[in-house]
T-cell receptor, first 111, second 114 residues
Framework: DAKTTQPTSMDCAEGRAANLPCNHS???????VYWYRQIHSQGPQYIIH???NNETNEMASLIITEDRKSSTLILPHATLRDTAVYYC????????????FGKGTRLSVIA | NAGVTQTPKFRILKIGQSMTLQCAQD?????MYWYRQDPGMGLKLIYY???????DKGEVPNGYNVSRSTTEDFPLRLELAAPSQTSVYFC?????????????FGPGTRLTVL
């Protein structure tokens, strides 16, 4: 699986959009970009994933660059409850080896 | 659906004691996983299973054992507890195919070994 690089931490004002970047310059053609988050003391929660098109669901939007070497997770109107560690993971659908969680980005939403 | 459930929520063990962390899921998922998370760190995979009767080692399997006799249950066994096993343990499950990498996590078991 391709390696990902994320900033260690970010702040965002409540009500503003939170834009979390992820670099994955060695991503291969069959690998998807997944985002999870982990709110303090809870198990991680799946957010969204995509291959090359931008994706949106009720939680977030995922923007993947045309060369697929980086992506941005967007929380359109961040709330205090969005304070969490966000993990970007690159993964193919084939094979049995499970997800590998790095250290992620600690997002603090500030009132 | 209850999703993924884990018991106990908290446990304190003495060095050398044994225990089993329970994990169950009611989503009929083939894949199940055990992770540990040390303070301030990301998750590390201990063991995983792709179906009943099949298990495989993850990144940090030493000191642990697993079994998968049913689709629903995936217990994690610590035989001789050591302080290095103090951690939060998360169980997860996923279905195979296109949604393989959408894992559902349990609430975790916080284990302290003294």
């Amino acid at each position: 699986d391709a390696k990902t690089t994320q900033p260690t931490s970010m702040d965002c004002a409540e009500g503003r959009a939170a834009n979390l970047p992820c670099n994955h310059s060695t991503i291969s053609g069959n690998e998807y970009v997944y985002w999870y988050r982990q709110i303090h003391s809870q198990g991680p929660q799946y957010i969204i994933h995509g291959l090359k098109n931008n994706e949106t669901n009720e939680m977030a939007s995922l923007i993947i660059t045309e060369d697929r070497k980086s992506s941005t997770l967007i929380l359109p109107h961040a709330t205090l409850r969005d304070t969490a560690v966000y993990y970007c993971i690159v993964r193919s659908l084939s094979g049995n080896t499970p997800l590998v969680f790095g250290k992620g980005t600690r997002l603090s939403v500030i009132a | 659906n209850a999703g993924v459930t884990q018991t106990p929520k908290f446990r304190i063990l003495k060095i050398g004691q044994s225990m089993t962390l329970q994990c169950a899921q009611d989503m009929n998922h083939n894949y199940m996983y055990w992770y540990r998370q040390d303070p301030g760190m990301g998750l590390k995979l201990i063991y995983y299973s792709v179906g009943a009767g099949i298990t495989d080692k993850g990144e940090v399997p030493n000191g642990y054992n697993v079994s998968r006799s049913t689709t629903e249950d995936f217990p994690l066994r610590l035989e001789l507890a050591a302080p290095s096993q103090t951690s939060v343990y998360f169980c997860a499950s996923s279905r195979q195919g296109a949604r393989l990498n959408e894992q559902f996590f349990g609430p975790g078991t916080r284990l302290t070994v003294l």
